[in-house]
């Protein structure tokens, strides 16, 4: 398999230093692997955008905003198990709804609960007082990005209160911090 180097070029790496790993294998993007990820993808964003109640213009917007005859084949396509070849673009919002569905998932006990979240103004500053489900379809995918951190900072603890552990940990010193 072919990879696709993204490295500074050797003259820009300090001595001593190894260039280090490739960075992003082209095969990823390849036909053939879109082509096998687009199907069973876009079935599951389709299940996912049932449970939260996401019109076909949501939908859409999710998904870029594709004409509505070619999400309608998309849709006709995946749901008869066919075969179709999405381009990157989609297929990363379609993962991107997927981190954010397992990510709500993993932060409320039930899925209405998760919904609820969804559709309720936020205080977040990301969200502006506004319900993160108006992030979710601004249509951009940037958006849906901001709205995975936000849901995989919270997974990580980022907006926890401090616990009993932290109350016992020694404060950080300057001999602590590793600057490579």
Known sequence: MSHL????PPS??????????????????????RRRLS????????????L?????????LVLGLPPRSTFQKW????REHGELTLDVD???????????HQALGVLHAAEHEGLAWLRRPHAATVFGGRPPMELLTAGTQDALLTLRRYLDAARGGVFAAPGAADDRAPPATDDDLIIT
């Open 5 to 8: 180097t993204l490295l500074p």
């Open 75 to 78: 849709a006709r396509t995946a």
């Open 39 to 50: 199907a069973p993808g876009l079935r599951t964003f389709l299940a996912i955008a049932d």
């Open 90 to 100: 989609v297929l990363l919002r379609i993962s991107a709804v997927l981190g954010i």
């Open 12 to 33: 820009l790496v300090p001595p001593g230093l190894a260039a280090g790993p490739d960075r992003l294998e082209a095969g990823r993007f390849a036909p053939a692997e």
């Open 52 to 60: 939260w109640g996401l019109d076909e213009t949501e939908r859409r």
